[in-house]
């Protein structure tokens, strides 16, 4: 019953900025037991981690991002959020929202976001 459903990827310029979203569906909130994560994997690699943001509001970017992603949440709006910018080729990848809690882990389908000239 639940869904995720990852949208805004699509192609850039390097340097440039993208937002995208993962919306949740069905029985599952975005309440404070559960951590949100964005993952991606570029071709040719194993999926990695990007971002996390808590039940509290406390946030993780994994080195190569940080300063140039944000990541955040909408409880009320079932929602979670990248912002990136500053935009790089090694940043092409599928992006896969997450959504993890007590006998809980859920994923989108991911979404592709390409920085490319």
């Known amino acids: 019953q639940v869904q995720l459903v990852e949208s805004g990827g699509g192609l850039v310029q390097p340097g440039g900025s993208l937002a995208i979203s993962c919306a949740a569906s069905g029985s599952i909130v975005f309440g404070a037991i559960y951590t949100l994560a964005w993952y991606r994997q570029a071709s040719g690699k194993q999926r990695e981690l990007v971002a996390t943001?808590?039940?509290?509001?406390?946030?993780t970017y994994t080195d190569s991002v940080k300063g140039r992603f944000t990541i955040s949440r909408d409880n009320a709006k079932r929602t979670v959020n990248l912002q990136m910018t500053s935009l790089k080729p090694e940043d092409t990848a599928v992006y896969y929202c997450?959504?993890?809690?007590?006998?809980?882990?859920?994923w989108g389908q991911g979404t592709q976001v390409t920085v490319s000239s």
């Open positions: 943001v808590s039940g509290s509001g406390r946030t």
């Open positions: 997450n959504i993890k809690g007590p006998g809980s882990n859920y």
